[in-house]
């Protein structure tokens, strides 16, 4: 390989790693909210639960 072939690829490379460390930073975010929304409907529910618990026991 010649030295501009090699820098040429170096860039190539450089460009993939930056674009597959983007996806990952936005894959990691939305796998962050998707947690966070499940938790909050978790609680939700469990607080549902916990009403009718009450009434059940009144």
Same mark, same amino acid.
């Given at each position: !390989? ?6 040429? &690829? #170096? ?8 674009? !597959?460390?983007?996806? &990952? #930073? +936005?894959? *990691?975010? *939305?796998?962050?909210?998707? &947690? #966070? ?6 609680? +939700?529910? !469990?607080?549902? &639960? ?9």
């Amino acid at each position: !390989m010649t030295d501009k072939e090699l820098k040429e &690829l #170096v860039a190539s490379l450089a460009v993939s790693h930056e674009e !597959m460390r983007a996806d &990952l #930073v +936005a894959s *990691q975010k *939305q796998t962050r909210a998707d &947690l #966070v929304a499940s938790q909050k409907q978790a609680s +939700a529910e !469990m607080e549902k &639960l916990r009403a009718s618990q009450r009434e059940t026991d009144r």
